[in-house]
T-cell receptor, first 116, second 113 residues
């Protein structure tokens, strides 16, 4: 497709389980971002990839969260030992270059994670 | 510590009238500001932006105003249409982290027919 694709669109899991969320960016976009949107809040930055490497992972809340982008395209956000507070919509975005000015950042529809 | 604040969680206006959405920020290092629009079950989509060197940017029915001294920006939509009903997020970037957007909590706009 032409846009950023995220799977699954919805994920319900139990506390303590492991979860993987996938993001397929727009073809050719070298920059990829993960954001998290909790209920009633705006998106919060988690991690930014330039190519295969995580250039900034300062937004990851703790070491239960990890993200990879092994071939510089698809990225996977991994959450270990999920907690109820991890429930949120996880948004992926991509851009042609690092700067996000002038609307160059394109978001996917998000993966809604519910931890029971 | 919220660096970008949208103090009005919701706004309701009549079709054809002006919608004004407000946003305040605290970080003087921000040099670029954007508005995103979000429909339910969709990702945010870019609407309009403004650089800190300007005080106004207009695109069709949408105008963004920036008051740097007050650290305040606003989005004006005129005339408002029912299809504009959505959640609007203000976002900012700047300094060494031009790739990172700091979002406000959003304002839900309802345009009544």
């Amino acid at each position: 497709g032409a846009g950023v694709s995220q799977t699954p669109s919805n994920k319900v899991t139990e506390k303590g389980k492991y979860v993987e969320l996938r993001c397929d960016p727009i073809s050719g976009h070298t920059a990829l971002y993960w954001y998290r949107q909790s209920l009633g809040q705006g998106p919060e930055f988690l991690i930014y990839f330039q190519g295969t490497g995580a250039a900034d992972d300062s937004g990851l809340p703790n070491d239960r969260f990890f993200a990879v982008r092994p071939e510089g395209s698809v990225s996977t956000l991994k959450i270990q030992r999920t907690e109820r507070g991890d429930s949120a919509v996880y948004l992926c975005a991509s851009s042609l270059r690092a700067s996000v000015t002038a609307g160059e950042l394109f978001f996917g529809e998000g993966s809604r994670l519910t931890v029971l | 510590d919220q660096q970008v604040k949208q103090n009005s969680p919701s706004l309701s206006v009549q079709e054809g009238r002006i919608s004004i959405l407000n946003c305040d920020y605290t970080n003087s290092m921000f040099d670029y500001f954007l508005w995103y629009k979000k429909y339910p079950a969709e990702g945010p989509t870019f609407l309009i932006s403004i650089s800190s060197i300007k005080d106004k940017n207009e695109d069709g029915r949408f105008t963004v105003f920036l008051n740097k001294s007050a650290k305040h920006l606003s989005l004006h939509i005129v005339p408002s249409q029912p299809g504009d009903s959505a959640v609007y997020f203000c976002a900012a970037s700047g300094g060494d982290s031009s790739y990172k957007l700091i979002f406000g909590s959003g304002t839900r706009l309802l345009v009544r027919p």
